[in-house]
């Protein structure tokens, strides 16, 4: 029973700073964009820039090819 004297202050103490987070969180504005990251993973990704032909090593394999 004594130990109720010591939880009740400290459940009441951790109450309040869960509340003050959670108001804390809410004026800095993390839950201002809820739709975003779900609609950001469903977009596809911006394409990729093709690759030079002189850096693809298959042109290289068919220029030592055509010089013999």
């Keep these: 029973m004594e130990v109720i004297y ?3 202050p400290g459940m009441l103490l951790l109450g309040i ?3 003050a987070v959670f108001f804390w969180a ?3 504005g993390q839950y ?7 609609n950001r993973i ?7 820039p093709s ?3 002189d850096n693809n090593p298959q042109n290289k394999l068919n220029d030592q090819d055509n010089d013999k």
Excluded at 33 to 38: E, L
Excluded at 43 to 48: L, R
């Design 42 to 48: 469903l977009m596809d990704d911006e394409p990729m």
């Design 32 to 38: 201002d964009d809820m739709d975003g990251a779900a």
């Design 6 to 8: 010591g939880l009740l």
């Design 51 to 53: 690759e030079p032909e």
């Design 17 to 19: 700073i869960g509340v």
């Design 26 to 28: 809410v004026r800095s």
